[in-house]
């Protein structure tokens, strides 16, 4: 993710985000390590919902909803380096 400074030059966010599943017969546990404020609100507004409709019984489930909120970050940087490109090609 590009983070833009206030001078010109951008600033870099690397994100190296860890993820660990444990399954129990009655539980399944998600651990979610150096991942942005971000994601962890989001993905605690879309489990909370009940329009999510989760199998909690799937051992597979809590990975739906938080690839969707990986991709939504992976989108929002490729957007922002295609911006950052876009500037450089309109002065040359």
Not at 25 to 53: F, Y
Not at 54 to 64: I, K, Q, T, W, Y
């Amino acid at each position: 993710m590009v983070e833009e400074r206030s001078s010109s030059v951008p600033n870099y966010v690397w994100y190296e985000m860890t993820f660990y599943t444990h399954v129990a017969s009655d539980r399944t546990l998600m651990l979610c390590l150096d991942t942005p404020d971000e994601l962890r609100l989001r993905l605690e507004i879309a489990l909370s919902g009940s329009k999510q409709g989760l199998d909690l019984s799937d051992p597979f489930a809590l990975h739906v909803p938080l690839i969707d909120e990986v991709v939504v970050l992976n989108d929002r940087s490729v957007w922002q380096v295609r911006d950052l490109i876009r500037t450089i090609e309109k002065v040359q």
